[in-house]
């Protein structure tokens, strides 16, 4: 964990700056920073021992989410996406989470499922009886695919028939993997135990593979927020919750938005979870599928009045890991690691979702008052004002002059430091006529 996540005024000193406040807060090593974090840490040798046909690498922008209190404990949370606001948006949002004395949360025992398809059952009732019977032991001849595991105190947990059609029954191999993802080794286990579950209920052996529907690993934050630190210029706190709540209650009714909704919280999700070197695809894969469990597609997370403050719940399967897989190799996604200073996969799935809620907050309270532009703009122009050559404290008064015109353009950022160059040429001589 962090001595502090709360660092005023980040946003305004240079990248070496910050660095050095990340390093100082987590224990992280700036030189470490550098090396991992320079070209996005990634070199094509490397890379080309990740995948096939390497002809380099692609880089994407790696920043902190500042604020973030979790169970009592302060997270920088290192995020990477490409999309502008989404960092400053969970970061201000976890700010006000934080008011209300932060993210609390908890998640389950980190098991996955592995399936094993049997088609061509004679008698798909019996097979499934058949399987029950003989759980000890398909349990064992699981463990045994993945000795190491069982060593690090996980391994096969349960089995499960499921009855799909008359002559389709799918088994379910339920596996603890401790701080894995744990696709390999879920894989591992399915298809040991295959041939064995053949022969017991007489089926053919169809897919063998992990359900990224991984339900039995979810976790769950809550948090609650005060009205007054919702409030904006033109809005009070009470006002931002009742449109808060109803922007939930919209998700809650129409998939349309629920998708919009969801989409808004894996922003924070995906982040998290790429920048720590874990399989995004998989998360997006479970959340999408568990938000469909009810058999209407639903929000991810709900708000709620709670007196004079606004409650906030989330609840999705989140598989990360915290060994193995992409982090052996990445830099970066070590080094996110020990700047989290997470001791499991249980932590980072908790701060993961905390970030997801957090980005869905700052989404429906911008819905909720403002509008989404207004801010998305803010930021569009202060990297407009930076594209211009503004610099220092230039780029904030440029931006907000664009913002203020309604032209964030290249052209609009060059006029505005015209602009203040002529002003501060005015008053310089002005100086000089009054010496
Ligand atoms: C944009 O990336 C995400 C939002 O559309 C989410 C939402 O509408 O809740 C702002």
């Given amino acids: 964990m962090a001595r502090t996540s709360r660092f005023p005024g980040f946003y305004k000193v240079t990248v070496q ?59 920088v949370v290192p995020m990477v996406t490409e ?120 089926g053919l052996i169809g897919p063998r593979i992990l359900s990224n529907l991984c339900d039995r690993r979810c976790v769950r934050v809550t948090c609650v927020v005060p009205a007054e630190v919702l409030a904006t210029d033109e809005m009070s706190g009470s006002a931002v919750i009742d449109g808060i709540v109803n922007a939930s209650r919209f998700a809650e009714l129409d998939p349309y938005r629920a998708a919009t909704h969801n989409k808004g919280i894996m922003n924070g999700i995906d982040a998290v979870v790429m920048a720590t070197g874990n399989d995004w695809r998989a998360v997006e894969a479970g959340a999408h599928a568990f938000a469909t469990r009810t058999g209407r597609y639903q929000p991810l997370a709900v708000w709620r009045r709670f007196g004079e403050a606004l409650e906030g719940r989330i609840e999705l399967p989140l598989a990360l890991g915290t060994v193995g897989g992409t982090l052996r190799v990445h830099p970066a996604a070590r080094l996110s690691l020990r700047m989290l200073g997470v001791t499991d996969a249980q932590e980072l799935a908790m701060i993961a979702a905390s970030i997801g809620l957090a980005s869905n907050l700052a989404a429906v309270r911008a819905l909720a008052s403002d509008g989404i532009q207004r801010g998305h703009m803010g930021l569009h122009a202060r990297s407009v004002a930076l594209a211009a050559g503004a610099a220092g404290h230039l780029v904030a008064r440029v931006a907000a002059m664009i913002v203020e015109a309604r032209d964030i353009t290249l052209e609009g950022a060059r006029k505005a430091m015209n602009v203040l160059a002529a002003e501060a040429g005015e008053a310089a001589s002005e100086v000089d006529v009054a010496d």
């Fill in 17 to 75: 700056e910050r660095r050095a406040l990340v390093g100082e807060a987590t224990g992280a090593d700036v030189r470490d920073m550098e090396r991992a974090l320079e070209g996005g840490g990634l070199d094509a040798e490397t890379a080309d021992k990740f995948v096939e046909n390497v002809i380099g690498t692609y880089a994407l922008p790696y920043g902190v989410a500042l604020n973030v209190r979790v169970n009592g404990h302060d997270r």
């Fill in 83 to 202: 999309e502008p606001s989404v960092v400053a948006a969970a970061s201000n949002a976890a700010k006000m989470v934080r008011a209300g004395g932060g993210f609390v949360a908890e998640a389950d025992p980190p098991l996955m499922i592995a399936q094993i398809q049997l088609h061509g059952v004679p008698d798909a009732l019996a097979a499934a009886a058949g399987i029950r019977e003989h759980s000890e032991e398909i349990l064992k001849l699981a463990d045994r695919a993945v000795g190491g595991l069982v060593a690090r105190g996980g391994g096969a947990r349960e089995v499960e028939a499921r009855v799909l059609a008359d002559d389709v029954v799918v088994v379910h191999v339920v596996v603890d993997c401790r701080d894995a993802m744990g696709a390999n080794l879920v894989n591992s286990v399915a298809e040991a135990v295959a041939d064995r579950l053949a022969a017991i209920t007489g």
